[in-house]
Nanobody, 132 residues
Framework: EGQLAESGGGSVQAGGSLRLSCTAS????????MGWYRQTPTKEYVLVSR???????DYADSVKGRFTISRNHAKNAVDLHMDNLRPDDTAVYYC??????????????????????????WGQGTQVTVSS
């Protein structure tokens, strides 16, 4: 069964940068979306960014121009480079993949579990804390 493992979270001051990495194992994800979510204070999981199998990217309005997503098919991995971080970027960030012919949803209202869910695979999360 497939698994996702995130790394790269941490604490930075406002204006700083972090790079999140997610490595997938057990299943090839080259033909599906890969992306990153973060949990809001209202406990929803919102899509921060996604990248499809062809490299087409999508970003939440709040991170456009500051975050960059990239993927490496050979390594079955996806990265999120975050620049000019703000305190409201503070959250747990989760790596996720979609399923064939099903893009990652914009929002998840129920808490996914690590591993396979109805929408795809979910990682364990990594904390990002931005101080002012």
């Amino acid at each position: 069964e497939g698994q996702l493992a995130e790394s790269g979270g941490g604490s930075v001051q406002a204006g700083g940068s972090l790079r999140l990495s997610c490595t997938a194992s057990g299943v090839s994800f080259v033909s599906v979306d890969m992306g990153w979510y973060r949990q809001t204070p209202t406990k929803e999981y919102v899509l921060v960014s996604r990248i499809d199998k062809g490299g087409l990217t999508d970003y939440a309005d709040s991170v456009k121009g500051r975050f960059t997503i990239s993927r490496n098919h050979a390594k079955n991995a996806v990265d999120l480079h975050m620049d000019n971080l703000r305190p409201d970027d503070t959250a747990v960030y989760y790596c996720a993949t979609g399923l064939p012919f099903n893009p990652l949803p914009e929002k998840l209202t129920s808490a996914p579990t690590r591993g396979l869910n109805a929408f795809g695979y979910w990682g364990q999360g990594t904390q990002v804390t931005v101080s002012s």
